[in-house]
């Protein structure tokens, strides 16, 4: 049990660190060739509008006949960077030392990791995304996004698009374009008992390396997206895709004529993941990508949201409900039945209508509660969680070439029986920075 702990309160901390770095799939790029300032297609930066969304859904076209590269301005090239130097002090409470049971905190100016991002079209109907990103002091780069996108493959309609490569499934609220910084949505990641768990590496928020088909009508108020891929983390299968995985979603907006409610949406959406149980060996030793006896881990839910006030300036309300469960031969132990868990996330962002858009306030909440555990030797509500982050971000300024803004957060999260002793354990991020793109 210490061991499942350990790697649990690993993840979490993980997590923290990967959400502080990940990369808006929005870019100034388009505002440089459109003419067009930051605001047009978001809200609330990163977080899409309806035109943003529209935008991504046409493939980053504005379908006004001048979509094609050779209409751009000769100068200009489709890249942008982003960059958040921050301060972060965070804490974990219930730490064992020999001192006795202690909180442990430590803070500083964060080695920040940096987005290159390169995205337009290449052709009309035609559109891509390449987005290395890193380049912190280790050195590391790897590409987190690659894809092309073919729309409008049968004649001029838009119910059937092909994105291929590896992208970012479209989840009921974006996890790289999420307005926080600090912590991920838990229901994107969450595994019962990860430690054992052969699918603990999968993550649905997470760019995923596969084909996605979608449709959408115009201006993206009905939309579908059907996704195959390999579920990340996987040893591999002996399969066409490493442990073929799918994901699904359909979304249906409603603007309306009043003031006080601008708009609604409803959603549903789901994931069914495959991972290796059994490999063939030679010597004993596993063989890489020979898995076989593929087993489930699946998270599926509802989602609705609300824009109350004009849609310029919105109190955006978003709640998203799921259930999840990892088939039993997944876990490398006693495992005695399916683990199954429920959560959720409710979150709200406001664009107050002063100082021209410059102000963004937001404050979301995460849930988990597990519903069974893969064994029965440990309580039903070991790492029940309850995670709140509240903070402001004030856009200095935006522009069609830039954008930047002063960036402050605050998030907990409270974890049950998860201290070395079996108590609760507690994490705690205060954040503060200059989130820029150019």
Request: glycine share 10%.
């Amino acid at each position: 049990m210490k061991t499942v702990r350990g790697w649990v309160l690993l993840t979490v901390g993980l997590c923290g660190l990967v959400a502080a770095s990940v990369p808006a799939q929005g870019i100034p790029a388009f505002a440089r060739r459109t003419g067009l300032r930051c605001t047009a297609c978001h809200e609330a930066w990163p977080v899409l509008n309806d035109f943003g969304r529209a935008f991504r859904d046409n493939g980053y076209q504005l379908r006004t006949g001048k979509d094609k590269p050779t209409d751009n301005p000769f100068a200009f090239w489709p890249t942008s960077f982003r960059l958040t130097p921050s301060y972060q002090y965070s804490s974990v409470s219930a730490q064992q030392t020999d001192q006795g049971k202690k909180t442990l905190g430590t803070g500083g100016v964060a080695d920040a990791a940096m987005d290159f991002l390169a995205a337009g079209t290449l052709n009309d109907d035609v559109g891509f995304l390449v987005v290395p990103t890193g380049f912190a002091s280790n050195g590391n780069v790897h590409l987190e996004s690659y894809w092309v996108y073919f729309s409008r493959l049968f004649g001029n309609s838009d119910w059937f698009n092909v994105r291929v490569g590896k992208h970012e499934v479209d989840l009921p609220v974006s996890a790289h374009r999420s307005i926080e910084l600090t912590n991920s949505y838990l229901i994107y990641n969450y595994h019962p008992a990860a430690a054992s768990d052969v699918a603990g590496a999968f993550a649905i928020d997470q760019n995923q390396r596969g084909f996605e088909i979608t449709g959408h009508d115009r201006g993206s108020f009905t939309r579908y997206n059907f996704s195959v891929f390999d579920g990340n983390g996987s040893p591999g299968s002996r399969n066409g895709f490493e442990s073929p995985s799918f994901y699904g979603h359909f979304q249906k907006y409603w603007q309306l004529d009043s003031y006080s409610v601008s708009e609604l949406e409803l959603g549903a959406w789901g994931a069914y993941a495959q991972y290796p149980t059994q490999t063939l060996t030679l010597n004993g030793q596993p063989i890489g990508g020979a898995g076989g006896s593929l087993r489930p881990s699946e998270r599926y839910g509802v989602e609705a949201s609300i824009l109350l006030g004009p849609a310029t300036t919105p109190v955006h309300l978003s709640l998203v409900l799921a259930h999840g469960q990892d088939n039993k031969d997944l876990y490398q132990g006693a495992a005695v039945r399916n683990a199954t868990w429920n959560g959720g996330f409710f979150e709200a962002i406001w664009v107050p209508p002063v100082d021209g858009l410059h102000w963004s306030l937001f404050t979301r909440y995460d849930m988990i509660r597990n519903d069974k555990q893969p064994t029965t030797d440990v309580p039903k509500s070991m790492n029940d969680q309850d995670q709140f982050t509240i903070g402001t971000k004030y856009t200095l300024a935006f522009f069609n070439r830039n954008e930047y803004a002063i960036h402050v957060e605050y998030a907990t999260n409270n974890m049950k029986h998860m201290a070395f002793d079996g108590g609760n354990q507690r994490t705690m991020t205060w954040f503060a920075g200059i989130d820029f793109a150019f």
